[in-house]
């Protein structure tokens, strides 16, 4: 049954709580229909019917939804599909629709539907006219409704998109995957990203904000508007506080159907600034005036910081040196897919953050903009990237097939609509793209000059793979920060690279890592079965290096600015080195040579048909458990921190007598090891050592033990032990209560535990998930890369001794729900969680 949604003042979720203006938002996420037509889930097909944009359409059969929605989660794995976009059916034709009312009396005012994104080439529709299309599915964009509502009777909203024609290197996710809202405004109001908040004189004493706005008017007549700022602290639940400054009304005439632009200065006194530790923002309120009466009321959060990259000294935050410990990550939610989620996301972020990460690459996409708000409040940096590609593609139907007709555009939309955002410090144009083999194109150069219209107070870069090339042909003079990816032997000399920073005419330049590493591993693997990669962390792929090389070259070479690992999770697609597909290649630029051996192994490859559908490139799984390497970061990012890590675990019966490498990864310079209190030595950290190694351990069962000192001083120990068989479930949620609002998650983690409490890091029975009370378990995973259950599933084995459980309240209902995660021959667990 159809749900027809009457929209009025009471219902309506205004930007400002004392909104006396007329904007005001609302969340347009309820009650949608979804059809599937094109190629189905199973590969069969459906024909596409037309004119399913009509408003008097039958769609009382269609499944009714909320969004954000990602159809190609639900799956099923299939192992006929690539590795490379994750074995999901994410191909086909979605159509989504969503029944209406606008009272009459809302007939002089304006509205907008607002997407944070859609996947792909979308076409909007309102009463069957189309409104609007945007073929790039990561960027945000607004369609206009007022042309053709129908005021106090029932509006059709349909919108169409097509994943079959979407090339992708990795799962891209397929829906209307982000937010959408219902904007209405004014005739006369300020436009949609209209106001932009610069600082360019900050000291002690006082900031100077220049305030910049643009106000349309939709009247048939010019609008003599006026308007006044006022800017306000903000706090982290965005609640404005303390007013520290405000302005005299300021007059601008508009034309009919024009937008009209100004800008004017504001002292704020004893600036609280944004930084990592303090993450401080602030308010600007612009209220809008049509001759007298107050017709807009427009919110801006901003912060307060200086950015400078050197030459010399790296990257400076408020004129201190703050290296950046980066992470590129796609955008999926691992076991929730595409689909954005606000608590999920900040469950990423907060993992990040644990072990040190403090900046945070788009890789290689315009973000939802939430994760730009949680960088905001939580303290990242951020490098803000647009594409994959520029004119040359690199898969059929990418950004490629989209670059000469839309990329201004999309650049207009995602600067506009990000740079208020303090926590970005870079724009990127682009990832390893071919045109930087050719500087005499000035593609890198043009895409910086289209940035630039929008934002001057950040640099533009682009991540420039092969950068012995890239690094020294001129075309990282077309950007204003040269992001290189790989290039732990370029930063100086004399190399077999190149001398980056030493080259002539590079006196001012400055430059990072743009994608480092690329080490692979599988999570509590290390004589890895079929399909897996050992967690001993010294695997990487031909275009790779570990992470101790990384580390080694940034110390060798202080001014290069930090990294950006590849990648903080693992993702959805390009499961390297078991992928059956070419992107592998992608890396290795114009060397011929290594493409065809690359190509000889894929063909090997594909003859195995891998079963991978995730990747293992992440420092933290896709269920976000972390691995080994999480340690060996956390050791290098958080320096003052005390820590020691052990691996392997120390479960091996079938390696008795055998040898047994241990690794410690440590914040301290020193550690003796301990097996069954016996010492096997200490070691000390080498000049350019980032782990301690004991390769010649024989095992025995029992207990290892390492302790580990920092000057000599006792600083942190640890220790792993054999342990009994699995006996019974643990549960550990991160958290005991849920909103009831259909969004609020729980994740919870389920280990396994022998009769002394110890958790067994190699028990994997199949563990099965239930819930009573008003919610569900919405997704399992276990962090296994080559497991084809489908994450709706609730039943799946352990991976290494840990299972996940994503738990959802439902919408409007409260109470207690029981959670209970059971295992045949085991005893059981379970937990509440109050819903309220």
Same mark, same amino acid.
């Given at each position: 049954?159809?749900?027809?949604?009457?929209?009025?003042?009471?219902?309506?979720?205004?930007?400002?709580?004392?909104?006396?203006?007329?904007?005001?938002?609302?969340?347009?996420?309820?009650?949608?229909?979804?059809?599937?037509?094109?190629?189905?889930?199973?590969?069969?097909?459906?024909?596409?019917?037309?004119?399913?944009?009509?408003?008097?359409?039958?769609?009382?059969?269609?499944?009714?939804?909320?969004?954000?929605?990602?159809?190609?989660?639900?799956?099923?794995?299939?192992?006929?599909?690539?590795?490379?976009?994750?074995?999901?059916?994410?191909?086909?034709?979605?159509?989504?629709?969503?029944?209406?009312?606008?009272?009459?009396?809302?007939?002089?005012?304006?509205?907008?539907?607002?997407?944070?994104?859609?996947?792909?080439?979308?076409?909007?529709?309102?009463?069957?006219?189309?409104?609007?299309?945007?073929?790039?599915?990561?960027?945000?964009?607004?369609?206009?409704?007022?042309?053709?509502?129908?005021?106090?009777?029932? /509006?059709?909203?349909?919108?169409?998109?097509?994943?079959?024609?979407?090339?992708?290197?990795?799962?891209?996710?397929?829906?209307?995957?982000?937010?959408?809202?219902?904007?209405?405004?004014?005739?006369?109001?300020?436009?949609?990203?209209?106001?932009?908040?610069?600082?360019?004189?900050?000291?002690?004493?006082?900031?100077?904000?220049?305030?910049?706005?643009?106000?349309?008017?939709?009247?048939?007549?010019?609008?003599?508007?006026?308007?006044?700022?006022?800017?306000?602290?903000?706090?982290?639940?965005?609640?404005?506080?303390?007013?520290?400054?405000?302005?005299?009304?300021?007059?601008?005439?508009?034309?009919?159907?024009?937008?009209?632009?100004?800008?004017?200065?504001?002292?704020?006194?004893?600036?609280?600034?944004?930084?990592?530790?303090?993450?401080?923002?602030?308010?600007?309120?612009?209220?809008?005036?049509?001759?007298?009466?107050?017709?807009?009321?427009?919110?801006?959060?901003?912060?307060?910081?200086?950015?400078?990259?050197?030459?010399?000294?790296?990257?400076? #935050?408020?004129?201190?040196?703050?290296?950046?410990?980066?992470?590129?990550?796609?955008?999926?939610?691992?076991?929730?897919?595409?689909?954005? /989620?606000?608590?999920?996301?900040?469950?990423?972020?907060?993992?990040?953050?644990?072990?040190?990460?403090?900046?945070?690459?788009?890789?290689?996409?315009?973000?939802?903009?939430?994760?730009?708000? #949680?960088?905001?409040?939580?303290?990242?940096?951020?490098?803000?990237?647009?594409?994959?590609?520029?004119?040359?593609?690199?898969?059929?139907?990418?950004?490629?097939?989209?670059?000469?007709?839309?990329?201004?555009?999309?650049?207009?939309?995602?600067?506009?609509?990000?740079?208020?955002?303090?926590?970005?410090?870079?724009?990127?144009?682009?990832?390893?793209?071919?045109?930087?083999?050719?500087?005499?194109?000035?593609?890198?150069?043009?895409?910086?000059?289209?940035?630039?219209?929008?934002?001057?107070?950040?640099?533009?870069?682009?991540?420039?793979?092969?950068?012995?090339?890239?690094?020294?042909?001129?075309?990282?003079?077309?950007?204003?920060?040269?992001?290189?990816?790989?290039?732990?032997?370029?930063?100086?000399?004399?190399?077999?690279?190149?001398?980056?920073? /030493?080259?002539?005419?590079?006196?001012?330049?400055?430059?990072?890592?743009?994608?480092?590493?690329?080490?692979?591993?599988?999570?509590?693997?290390?004589?890895?079965?079929?399909?897996?990669?050992?967690?001993?962390?010294?695997?990487?792929?031909?275009?790779?290096?570990?992470?101790?090389?990384?580390?080694?070259?940034?110390?060798?070479?202080?001014?290069?600015?930090?990294?950006?690992?590849?990648?903080?999770?693992?993702?959805?697609?390009?499961?390297?080195?078991?992928?059956?597909?070419?992107?592998?290649?992608?890396?290795?630029?114009?060397?011929?040579?290594?493409?065809?051996?690359?190509?000889?192994?894929?063909?090997?490859?594909?003859?195995?048909?891998?079963?991978?559908?995730?990747?293992?490139?992440?420092?933290?799984?896709?269920?976000?458990?972390?691995?080994?390497?999480?340690?060996?970061?956390?050791?290098?990012?958080?320096?003052?921190?005390?820590?020691?890590?052990?691996?392997?675990?120390?479960?091996?019966?079938?390696?008795?007598?055998?040898?047994?490498?241990?690794?410690?990864?440590?914040?301290?310079?020193?550690?003796?090891?301990?097996?069954?209190?016996?010492?096997?030595?200490?070691?000390?950290?080498?000049?350019?050592?980032?782990?301690?190694?004991?390769?010649?351990?024989?095992?025995?069962?029992?207990?290892?033990?390492?302790?580990?000192?920092?000057?000599?001083?006792?600083?942190?120990?640890?220790?792993?032990?054999?342990?009994?068989?699995?006996?019974?479930?643990?549960?550990?949620?991160?958290?005991?209560?849920?909103?009831?609002?259909?969004?609020?998650?729980?994740?919870?983690?389920?280990?396994?535990?022998?009769?002394?409490?110890?958790?067994?890091?190699?028990?994997?029975?199949?563990?099965?998930?239930?819930?009573?009370?008003?919610?569900?378990?919405?997704?399992?995973? /276990?962090?296994?890369?080559?497991?084809?259950?489908?994450?709706?599933?609730?039943?799946?084995?352990?991976?290494?001794?840990?299972?996940?459980?994503?738990?959802?309240?439902?919408?409007?209902?409260?109470?207690?729900?029981?959670?209970?995660?059971?295992?045949?021959?085991?005893?059981?667990?379970?937990?509440?969680?109050?819903?309220?």
């Amino acid at each position: 049954m159809k749900k027809i949604i009457t929209f009025c003042l009471s219902l309506f979720l205004a930007v400002a709580a004392h909104a006396q203006g007329v904007r005001e938002e609302t969340n347009f996420d309820h009650d949608w229909l979804f059809a599937r037509y094109g190629l189905q889930a199973d590969g069969s097909r459906i024909d596409e019917p037309a004119s399913l944009e009509r408003p008097d359409l039958d769609d009382t059969g269609w499944r009714s939804l909320d969004l954000p929605h990602d159809w190609g989660i639900e799956g099923p794995f299939r192992p006929d599909l690539e590795g490379y976009t994750g074995k999901l059916p994410w191909r086909g034709i979605g159509w989504y629709r969503k029944h209406f009312v606008v009272p009459a009396k809302e007939s002089d005012n304006r509205f907008y539907l607002d997407f944070d994104g859609a996947m792909a080439n979308a076409e909007v529709f309102i009463n069957g006219h189309k409104v609007g299309d945007r073929p790039y599915g990561y960027i945000s964009f607004r369609v206009d409704l007022t042309p053709y509502l129908r005021w106090g009777e029932e /509006n059709v909203v349909a919108v169409r998109l097509n994943t079959e024609k979407l090339g992708s290197r990795w799962y891209p996710g397929a829906g209307i995957y982000r937010h959408v809202r219902l904007v209405k405004t004014a005739p006369v109001h300020i436009a949609q990203w209209g106001v932009f908040v610069t600082t360019p004189k900050i000291d002690p004493k006082s900031a100077t904000a220049q305030v910049n706005l643009w106000i349309e008017n939709h009247r048939p007549a010019n609008a003599e508007c006026s308007y006044t700022v006022s800017l306000y602290e903000l706090d982290e639940n965005d609640r404005p506080g303390k007013r520290v400054a405000t302005s005299d009304r300021h007059s601008l005439n508009v034309g009919s159907q024009q937008t009209g632009t100004d800008s004017i200065t504001l002292e704020i006194p004893q600036p609280r600034l944004w930084s990592l530790e303090e993450p401080n923002r602030y308010l600007a309120r612009v209220s809008v005036y049509d001759g007298k009466r107050l017709v807009d009321l427009y919110d801006t959060p901003f912060g307060v910081r200086t950015i400078e990259f050197t030459h010399d000294n790296g990257f400076l #935050l408020n004129g201190q040196r703050v290296p950046i410990n980066g992470t590129c990550n796609h955008h999926d939610l691992g076991a929730l897919g595409a689909a954005i /989620n606000e608590v999920a996301l900040r469950r990423q972020l907060t993992i990040l953050k644990n072990f040190g990460c403090n900046a945070l690459r788009t890789s290689h996409n315009p973000p939802a903009p939430e994760l730009l708000t #949680l960088a905001d409040k939580m303290g990242f940096l951020v490098m803000d990237e647009a594409f994959d590609c520029w004119n040359h593609g690199k898969k059929e139907y990418d950004y490629g097939s989209l670059f000469a007709e839309w990329h201004e555009r999309d650049l207009e939309s995602l600067v506009c609509r990000d740079r208020n955002h303090p926590s970005i410090i870079l724009w990127s144009t682009g990832n390893e793209v071919e045109e930087q083999y050719h500087p005499e194109t000035g593609v890198a150069r043009h895409l910086t000059e289209v940035v630039h219209r929008y934002d001057r107070t950040r640099p533009v870069s682009f991540g420039a793979s092969y950068p012995s090339k890239s690094a020294v042909n001129g075309t990282e003079l077309q950007v204003d920060v040269h992001g290189m990816n790989y290039a732990a032997g370029c930063y100086g000399g004399p190399h077999f690279y190149g001398e980056f920073l /030493n080259k002539e005419g590079h006196e001012h330049l400055s430059g990072y890592s743009s994608e480092s590493s690329s080490t692979m591993s599988s999570r509590g693997e290390y004589f890895p079965r079929r399909f897996h990669v050992s967690s001993y962390d010294l695997t990487q792929p031909g275009w790779g290096g570990l992470p101790d090389e990384e580390f080694a070259a940034l110390d060798r070479y202080p001014a290069i600015c930090g990294e950006f690992v590849w990648t903080g999770f693992d993702y959805l697609g390009e499961p390297t080195p078991f992928n059956s597909d070419n992107s592998v290649l992608l890396n290795y630029g114009q060397n011929a040579s290594l493409k065809e051996e690359e190509r000889r192994k894929l063909e090997q490859i594909e003859k195995d048909r891998p079963t991978s559908r995730s990747s293992y490139f992440g420092i933290v799984d896709l269920a976000g458990f972390p691995k080994d390497r999480y340690y060996l970061y956390k050791a290098r990012w958080m320096p003052n921190t005390p820590m020691v890590h052990i691996l392997p675990h120390w479960n091996f019966p079938d390696r008795v007598g055998q040898t047994t490498p241990v690794f410690v990864y440590t914040s301290g310079d020193e550690a003796e090891l301990f097996l069954n209190g016996k010492s096997l030595g200490r070691k000390t950290k080498q000049p350019l050592e980032y782990r301690l190694r004991w390769d010649s351990v024989v095992y025995e069962p029992g207990e290892l033990k390492a302790v580990t000192y920092r000057d000599g001083k006792l600083w942190a120990e640890t220790s792993v032990k054999t342990t009994g068989e699995a006996v019974k479930l643990k549960l550990t949620a991160d958290k005991c209560t849920l909103r009831a609002d259909g969004e609020d998650l729980v994740f919870v983690r389920v280990s396994l535990i022998d009769s002394e409490g110890n958790e067994v890091p190699t028990a994997e029975p199949v563990i099965t998930s239930t819930v009573e009370g008003p919610g569900q378990v919405v997704a399992t995973d /276990n962090g296994d890369p080559t497991c084809l259950i489908a994450f709706q599933e609730t039943t799946r084995p352990a991976f290494n001794g840990l299972y996940l459980a994503i738990v959802k309240a439902k919408r409007g209902e409260r109470g207690k729900l029981r959670f209970r995660a059971a295992a045949d021959g085991l005893e059981s667990a379970e937990l509440e969680i109050k819903v309220k």
